[in-house]
Structure formats: C-alpha cells, structure tokens
C-alpha cells in the first residue's frame, strides 16, 4: 500500500503556488472547460493526446496487456472531467487486439406514480452521465483495466476504486 507522505503541489514557489490555484479553479471556471492547452508551469513533451497515450501506454505493450497483469500496475491517466476519461478511454480501448463487446445499462425508473415514469423515455435515461455512475452503453474488450465503482466485497478486496482487467468476456 503507499501512502502521501507529502503533498508536492503545496510545496513553497511561485509555479507550485500557480499551479495549485489553476487547478483549484479548473472544475469551476466555464473558460477551463473541454480541451485547454496546459498551463506555463506544465512542460509538454507531447504533440497529441495520442502521443500521450502511446507513452504511457505504448502500442506493442498494449497490444499484449492481457498476457501480464504487472502491465497497468504503475500505469494511468488522470482527467478532471468525465468526457475526456470518456474519449482517452475509447482511443486505449483501440490500441487491444480483441473486438469490442458493447454493454448496455438497464435503465427504469423506480416510481409509484407510473404516468410520471412514462414521461421520461429509456433514451433520454442514456444520455445521462452523473458522475460516480457507468456509462449507459460501454464497450469492452479482454486485457482492459477497469476499476470499481462500488463495494461489492468488500473482505475480498472488491471496494471502489479496485483497479482489474478483463480476462473473458460473456
């Protein structure tokens, strides 16, 4: 298990002191939103997200993540918003030689007034993406890494935020 010891973006200095407050505000200011060009204090050594990617998660490695399960360990790519967990997600998704298997979320709605649940259609339900919830419609592929967003079982280390990889898929 590691743990913080230190938390570095506090530390003393004007780029630290910058970059704190930048992301502090990321969540809340509108003109942070979608894709931003990083701020001064970050160095990119990368042309496109895709270059990104493939560094982090490098093609030929990628390709074979489901023969060793030391691959995503020490691995991942941290986003502020759901949309571009959404999009970085698909274009790893890619990179795995197994065809995609799309799965799709029930979506009812639990209400005694039944006029009121009519109203509101399964399609509209799937456009919703509140955080801490899955995807409506996901496709997945054997060798991806998928985390928990729930306890499930707990005693055996099946909690939220449990990091796994898809070994076969029904």
Known sequence: MLKLHQNMRIQSGLDN?????????????????????????????????RSF??????????????????????????????????LLNRQIMNGFPESARLFTSVDTIENND?????DISTKYLQTLEPSGFPLSQMYLKVGASIMLLRNL??????????????????
Do not use: K
């Not at 030391?70 to 986003?79: E, P, S, V």
């Not at 039944?114 to 009519?118: G, K, L, M, T």
């Open 153 to 170: 079982h707990p005693h055996e280390g099946m909690c939220n935020g449990t990091r796994l990889i898809i070994t076969h898929l029904h």
């Open 114 to 118: 039944i006029e009121e649940a009519e």
């Open 53 to 86: 990617i493939d560094h982090v998660y490098p093609p030929h490695d990628l390709a074979q993540a489901h023969t060793s399960s030391d691959f995503f360990r020490g691995r991942a790519i941290l986003c502020p918003h759901n949309n571009s967990v959404n």
């Open 17 to 49: 002191q910058q970059f704190a407050e930048w992301i502090g505000r990321m969540s809340y200011d509108s003109d942070l939103y979608g894709v931003r060009p990083l701020p001064f204090m970050i160095t990119n050594h990368y042309e496109t997200p």
